[in-house]
């Protein structure tokens, strides 16, 4: 019985040991897959309001704001406005601000764009695939990808009117 032991316990020690090296690995190289500033955008594909699905694909060429969001984060709902105003602004030049609503039902996100009135697309993250991907922590992040699907910049926490303003200019005149 001894003997049967042996063979599970250096498996289960090979695997342990495996599984660690690959962890510390991950964290001293940066193994996180989280996009970093200069690297392509992770790809998602999440239902929209429109009832169609939609990828970061079909904004090939054009510049992207990508702003992940929740109804109930009072950060999120003060640059709702901006995130409006600027979409407004500079729509008709090749950029494109798309809100990633975070874990949320469609009736609440259809419910909360009426109520801000928003405009832009919107997409729903129900199984925050694209937060995990995305690396999103804390509520709002917001990427600004260039037209050749890289991320140019990273913005953690609410956004006002005179940043995005900025950071939307260096996406179109680079």
Same mark, same amino acid.
């Given at each position: 019985?001894?003997? $049967? ?16 090296? &690959? ?19 992770? *790809? ?12 970061? #694909?079909? &904004?090939?060429?054009? *510049? @992207? ?6 109804? =109930? ?11 409006? $105003?600027? =979409?407004?602004? =500079? ?33 729903? #993250?129900?199984?925050? +695939? $694209?937060?995990?991907? &995305? ?11 260039? $037209?050749?699907?890289? @991320? #140019? ?8 009117? *005179?940043?995005?303003? +900025?950071?939307?200019?260096?996406? @179109?005149?680079?």
């Amino acid at each position: 019985m001894g003997k $049967a032991r042996k063979p599970v316990q250096i498996i289960i020690l090979f695997v342990i040991i495996l599984l660690g090296g &690959y962890a510390i690995g991950s964290s001293v190289f940066g193994g996180d897959g989280k996009p970093k500033e200069g690297s392509k955008a992770p *790809s998602f594909e999440l239902l929209g309001l429109d009832g169609l699905t939609h990828t970061l #694909d079909e &904004y090939k060429g054009k *510049s @992207v704001v990508l702003n992940f969001w929740g109804s =109930w984060c009072a950060p999120c709902v003060k640059e709702m406005p901006a995130l409006q $105003a600027q =979409w407004e602004k =500079w729509k008709d030049q090749g950029v494109v601000v798309v809100g990633v609503n975070v874990g949320e039902d469609q009736m609440t996100v259809e419910n909360f764009v009426k109520l801000v009135d928003i405009n832009f697309p919107v997409v729903m #993250d129900s199984g925050r +695939d $694209a937060v995990r991907s &995305y690396g999103v922590s804390p509520l709002p992040t917001t990427f600004f990808i260039n $037209a050749k699907g890289k @991320v #140019d910049s990273i913005h953690v926490g609410q956004l006002d009117l *005179s940043t995005l303003d +900025d950071q939307i200019g260096k996406l @179109v005149e680079p």
